[in-house]
């Protein structure tokens, strides 16, 4: 598949038919290979104004991960923003969980285009419906002050820290967790993309989004009266992520090593608070994310 940017274009409305695997000459899930590198995974194929196809791996728990929606969906809206456009914020609800083996349809509305911000939102479809609703907002680079008040927190190095066994992530994201124990509150861990990436700034940019949704759990599930072991973990309870926020804060490279370090501010009505900050290896705040994690005990 291929991807191209869109022309810049005046804002505009459209109404999109239901989407159908194989309608319009979108792929279905016997017409392609799954992606098997975040290269591949970026490669949305163009379906008509503002609207892209994405791919899914097969992912072992049955479902799409959350992080690639946005990343995905993210890089759709990349092709309707002029280059000198970054985004600075995204905020996104997941609305029901992604079928493997179908495509998504990514539909991207030009919500406004201004000189230093322009605002997108964007709508992930399968054929049972919507599966993600994200908005983000863009900003052209000003050079003002820029001051770090978080501080990264003292970690062993990533080649110190072991990797998950059998982690059905690993040919994509890798991912070096440290233990939360009960009553914690916290999760840290190094995560990076796998594979060398091109130099491109937006692409990076989907990448942290991709990186994003792989540590936070542990914060929440390490305050549960319930400690279940890992193993037992989906048996005992349902969990997905509800929502998500990103904010950018600086430059980085998304196959190079960084740092998530997550709190959790309570559980409450089957429901985790987190909130984290992203540090590159050089102590640099890259971002700060806030999510809304389902821990449901299965009755």
Same mark, same amino acid.
């Given at each position: ?96 969980? @992604?079928? +493997?083996? =179908?495509?998504? !349809?990514?539909? &991207?509305?030009? *919500? ?82 796998? @594979?060398? +990436?091109? =130099?491109?700034? !937006?692409?990076? &940019?989907?990448? *942290? ?84 994690? +389902?821990?449901?005990?299965? !009755?």
């Amino acid at each position: 598949m291929s991807w191209e940017p869109a022309p810049f274009l005046e804002s505009r409305t459209k109404v999109s038919p239901p989407f159908e695997p194989g309608r319009r000459g979108l792929p279905s899930c016997d017409m392609a290979s799954p992606p098997a590198t975040f290269n591949e995974l970026m490669q949305l194929e163009g379906h008509g104004p503002d609207t892209w196809v994405g791919l899914s791996p097969d992912y072992a728990w049955g479902r799409i991960y959350g992080g690639q929606v946005i990343a995905q969906g993210l890089k759709a809206a990349f092709a309707t923003v002029d280059e000198q456009f970054l985004p600075h914020s995204v905020h996104a609800y997941f609305i029901r969980g @992604g079928t +493997l083996g =179908e495509p998504v !349809r990514y539909e &991207v509305d030009r *919500l406004r285009n201004g000189r230093s911000f322009c605002t997108r939102s964007v709508v992930a479809r399968q054929s049972g419906g919507a599966i993600l609703n994200l908005s983000c907002s863009f900003h052209v680079a000003e050079n003002d002050a820029e001051i770090q008040t978080a501080r990264m927190p003292l970690a062993p190095e990533p080649d110190d820290c072991k990797g998950r066994e059998g982690d059905h992530m690993n040919t994509i994201l890798d991912r070096r967790t440290l233990s939360s124990p009960p009553g914690a509150g916290r999760s840290m861990g190094w995560v990076r993309v796998r @594979g060398e +990436l091109p =130099e491109d700034q !937006r692409l990076h &940019v989907c990448g *942290l989004a991709f990186t994003s949704d792989a540590v936070q759990f542990d914060a929440a599930r390490s305050l549960h009266p319930i400690q279940a072991p890992r193993e037992e973990y989906q048996e005992r309870f349902m969990g997905a992520s509800l929502d998500h926020a990103m904010w950018f804060h600086r430059p980085m490279r998304a196959d190079e090593w960084h740092l998530y370090d997550w709190d959790c501010h309570g559980l409450n009505g089957s429901r985790g608070m987190t909130v984290g900050n992203l540090f590159a290896s050089d102590g640099s705040h890259v971002a700060t994310i806030a999510q809304e994690v +389902l821990l449901r005990e299965r !009755r």
